[in-house]
Nanobody
């Protein structure tokens, strides 16, 4: 069992930056591919970014955040990050991190059902 706790959300002006963190306990994160999703009010939860568990880290970002957001991980700290730059009002959402087990080392899962464990989420609000 993996427990995930997100932090780093808050209120920021458009064009600003935030860095989200996802700290894990219970199991070492190096065994899991990790992802970030977000859910805006009245909308489905959508994929944002993913990072593989292999030493040769592979990442994938959704088109809506590509070039602005960057996912990374520090296995020594058992933590995954999402650096968010050039934020836009449409980035406003609750952001969730998730862990995916039983994946190939280079796998970059991109859909909800591929993830086994979820955090409680952290709110990000971008004002115009």
């Amino acid at each position: 069992q993996v427990q995930l706790v997100e932090s780093g959300g808050g209120l920021v002006q458009a064009g600003g930056s935030l860095r989200l963190s996802c700290a894990a306990s219970g199991r070492t994160l190096s065994n899991y591919a990790m992802g970030w999703f977000r859910q805006a009010p009245g909308k489905e939860r959508e994929f944002v970014a993913t990072i593989s568990r292999s030493a040769q880290l592979r990442t994938y970002h959704s088109d809506s955040v590509k070039g602005r957001f960057t996912i990374s991980r520090d296995n020594a700290k058992n933590t995954v990050y999402l650096q968010m730059d050039s934020l836009k009002p449409e980035d406003t959402a609750v952001y969730y991190c998730a862990a995916s087990q039983n994946r190939l080392p280079t796998s970059t899962p991109r859909v909800r059902y591929e993830y086994n464990y979820w955090g409680q989420g952290t709110q990000v609000t971008v004002s115009s």
